[in-house]
């Protein structure tokens, strides 16, 4: 149980256009997801927290307009990457807390690639 | 805020040997929980162990266990019987008791040698 996925998990876009990367709970409703960003052997880095119906609440120094959230339903949070640019090239990682606990399960991550 | 240090960047172990990656943390909290994840090359985030504060016993998880000095502010995760798929890279983690936000250390990367 407990299971996280993230789609896609690569994905390469060309410079300017936007790209969207899915979070979903597959087995339990998640009233919060969080995503991070990862560089190549560094730490997780949060981005943002998204409630379940409400704005997401970004960490200092993420452009909230650059990387919009939204989390639709319990089991869906969607980043859209908005005029990419080959420095937003990371490792896009998601995690998912399951309601009425406070533990989280994370995605696999993807790998984005601005060109 | 709270911080998480890692101090070890890279660590080595040979095969069937043990091993203890060091994290310490800084908090003004009395209770929190601390975590061990695991990454591997697929970059999967695996929880490998967690610990409550309020617990003075360490937890232990078949061959990982934890020391956890709550007055130093020390937490330490011990690999006995290091295996080939022990290599990744370990992250230590700490969130409050009632908080949702988990901060992390920068990571040691754990080689095993054959």
């Known amino acids: 149980g407990a299971v996280v996925s993230q789609h896609p998990s690569w994905v390469i876009c060309k410079s300017g256009t936007s790209v969207k990367i899915e979070c979903r709970s597959l087995?339990?409703?998640?009233?919060?997801m969080f995503w991070y960003r990862q560089f190549p052997k560094q730490s997780l880095m949060l981005m943002a927290t998204?409630?379940?119906?409400?704005?997401?609440?970004?960490e200092q120094g993420v452009e909230k307009d650059k990387f919009l959230i939204n989390h639709a339903s319990l089991t869906l949070s969607t980043l859209t990457v908005t005029s990419a640019h080959p420095e937003d090239s990371s490792f896009y990682i998601c995690?998912?807390?399951?309601?009425?606990?406070?533990?989280?399960?994370f995605g696999p991550g993807t790998r984005l690639t601005v060109t | 805020a709270q911080t998480v240090t890692q101090s070890q960047p890279e660590m080595s172990v040979q095969e069937a040997e043990t091993v203890t990656l060091s994290c310490t943390y800084d908090?003004?909290?009395?209770?929190?929980?601390l975590f061990w994840y695991k990454q591997p090359p697929s970059r999967q985030m695996i929880l490998v162990i967690r610990?409550?504060?309020?617990?003075?016993q360490n937890a232990t998880e078949n061959r990982f266990s934890v020391n956890f000095q709550k007055a130093a502010k020390s937490f330490s995760l011990k690999i006995s019987d290091s295996q080939l798929g022990d290599a990744a890279m370990y992250f230590c983690?700490?969130?409050?008791?009632?908080?949702?936000?988990?901060?992390f250390g920068a990571g040691t990367i754990l080689r095993v040698k054959s």
């Open positions: 995690s998912a807390k399951l309601a009425g606990t406070y533990e989280q399960y």
């Open positions: 087995d339990f409703q998640a009233t919060t």
């Open positions: 998204s409630n379940e119906g409400s704005k997401a609440t970004y």
């Open positions: 908090t003004s909290e009395s209770d929190y929980y």
């Open positions: 610990q409550e504060a309020y617990k003075q």
């Open positions: 983690a700490y969130r409050t008791e009632y908080g949702n936000k988990l901060v």
